[in-house]
């Protein structure tokens, strides 16, 4: 069996080597010799959906690592079964760097925002699954039915993103944009 610890530290590597995949897609704009500030300004704008997609992305990460400290800082031991649902959340979360870059390069394309979306609704699925299984089946943790409602939530959501995206891109990101800013709300609205 590994220790608590060294699950914890392969968790820590593995959503820090997402970040920086993540942020290795983010590349200055190829200018010419004499460029002309129009051009400076177009290729600004050609940015904006990279450092939109990627800030999105990186927020959700922050989240899901934050969660994920904050469990396991509650759980006393670490079993094979434990091993292999955070394995499948480290899975979905290193599937993040894939669709961020496919919606910073086409982010008005219905597929790629259902792509998105789905990625995204593994990643929550995944951490639902962790979750619950600490809490119930492990007894890990003690059960909280208001993080339960809410991962509940941010699942069906991230799922509902996804053939809403064929009605309006501008749905689906406003459940990506949402989901994050429910997270940073105090406790107090979360009950």
């Not at 509940?152 to 064929?166: G, Q």
Request: charged content about 10%.
């Amino acid at each position: 069996m590994l220790s608590k610890s060294r699950v914890e530290a392969f968790s820590d590597g593995v959503i820090a080597i997402i970040i920086t995949i993540m942020a290795f897609e983010l590349k200055i704009p190829e200018l010419s010799q004499s460029f002309s500030s129009q051009e400076v300004s177009e290729a600004l704008v050609k940015v904006i959906p990279k450092v939109l997609s990627y800030t999105l992305s990186f927020v959700v990460v922050g989240i899901l690592w934050l969660n994920h400290h904050t469990m396991f800082d509650k759980i006393p031991h670490v079993g094979t079964k434990l091993i292999w649902h955070n394995l499948f959340l480290l899975f979905a979360m290193s599937l993040i760097p894939m669709p961020t870059s496919f919606l910073a390069s086409y982010p008005l394309l219905p597929q790629a925002v259902m792509f998105y979306g789905f990625i995204m609704f593994l990643n929550a699925f995944g951490f639902l699954i962790l979750r619950r299984y600490v809490e119930i089946h492990a007894k890990l943790i003690p059960y909280n039915s208001t993080i339960q409602k809410s991962n509940w939530i941010s699942c069906s959501l991230y799922l509902l993103s996804i053939p809403l995206a064929l009605v309006s891109v501008y749905l689906s990101f406003f459940i990506f944009i949402g989901i994050p800013l429910w997270y940073f709300l105090p406790d107090r609205f979360h009950k």
